[in-house]
């Protein structure tokens, strides 16, 4: 059978998962042979005080599957460990189109490749995005819980501490 005989025979759908158990559903729907996605995307987090580059689902709660337009493995989804049902509009599961499959393919690859790009580790220079010190740089001391970082800043000669907001600074 083709590839397109293939992709004309089966379709995309879109499951609803128990809480923090997509990976957990993806897991046994691999142990079925059945044809799934879970796009994930890395976030830089606080975890245990340090920051880190942490993988996490881009749609919690949710992950698709290939399945034959037959009907014959949807009682399998309904009862794989992890899945609630699929999602339904008007009745019927939820089908997703082949093109907006790729163009997540696409953004997941974007997201989880190109982690280190703006986070800053201690010493790299900042550049400052918002607030009264717009567009100064300094020097990235360490980050203060999730959301704010403490940057270091020489005016007029002498260094000064600077609490930020993390989205407020980039990397140079």
């Not at 949807?74 to 339904?88: H, L, N, Y």
């Not at 599961?93 to 280190?116: F, G, H, M």
Request: aromatic share 6%.
């Amino acid at each position: 059978m083709s590839d397109k005989d293939k992709s004309e025979a089966t379709a995309w759908y879109l499951v609803h998962c128990k809480p923090r158990q997509e990976l957990r559903a993806e897991e046994n729907l691999e142990n079925q042979s059945i044809n799934s996605f879970l796009p994930l995307m890395s976030i830089d987090k606080v975890v245990r005080g340090k920051r880190q580059m942490v993988e996490e689902v881009m749609f919690p709660g949710y992950l698709f599957v290939e399945l034959p337009l037959s009907g014959e493995l949807w009682a399998k989804i309904r009862s794989t460990r992890g899945i609630r049902d699929f999602v339904r509009f008007g009745g019927k599961p939820a089908r997703i189109s082949l093109e907006l499959l790729e163009q997540l393919k696409v953004l997941e690859t974007n997201l989880v490749t190109n982690t280190d790009v703006g986070t800053p580790k201690e010493g790299d220079r900042v550049r400052i995005l918002r607030g009264p010190f717009k567009d100064l740089e300094g020097v990235f001391q360490m980050a203060d819980g999730e959301r704010r970082s403490i940057v270091l800043l020489n005016i007029l000669g002498k260094e000064s501490k600077l609490e930020l907001l993390n989205k407020d600074i980039e990397k140079t």
